[in-house]
């Protein structure tokens, strides 16, 4: 697997998609949480499987910045957040499992995060298609402003599935195959 290595800084908080600054536990517990209603805490062994198999941005505090210099090691990043893309890297991005945990909250990290995840979907000079799921109304606008998503279904108790074309989305330019 090709690993993408994605990092932002902004204030002493950090975007990053270095896989060994994951903390699975305040992942599962955030699984966990009431905010994230459309999913359950993972087995440790599922849980990885999870992480391992996808594109995520961890949003962290960089708390090395905020320390005085000279630790001969510096620490690791306190995760506060992630954006998970279940992705090929070139052509399709299922965006999921967004959240900030709730201290943070209200200080724009989460908008900062999507934003960082329009960054990397920018990037993929081959996307077709980039899609989540997410409720109607507000969590609907948000990501239309945030990533120009559209809704492509409406499904049952107020969700909605919207995408975001790529610039290699089908244009029907291309040649009818033909069976031989």
Known sequence: ???HLYERTRDHYLVSS???LLDHNVVNAAFGSRAMY?????PAPALRTCLEHSFNLGLYIDVARLRPVGLATPP?????GLARLITDYVTFAYLTDVFVVPEEQGKGLGTWLV??????LGGMGYLRKAVLVTA???GEEYYRAKLGMERIEQGEHGVVTLQRKGPEAFTGHGEELSAK
């Open 1 to 3: 697997m090709t690993t």
């Open 18 to 20: 270095d896989p060994s």
């Open 38 to 42: 459309w999913c359950n805490p993972l």
């Open 76 to 80: 690791k990043p306190e995760q506060i």
């Open 115 to 120: 934003e960082c995840v329009g960054q990397v």
């Open 136 to 138: 109607e109304g507000r």
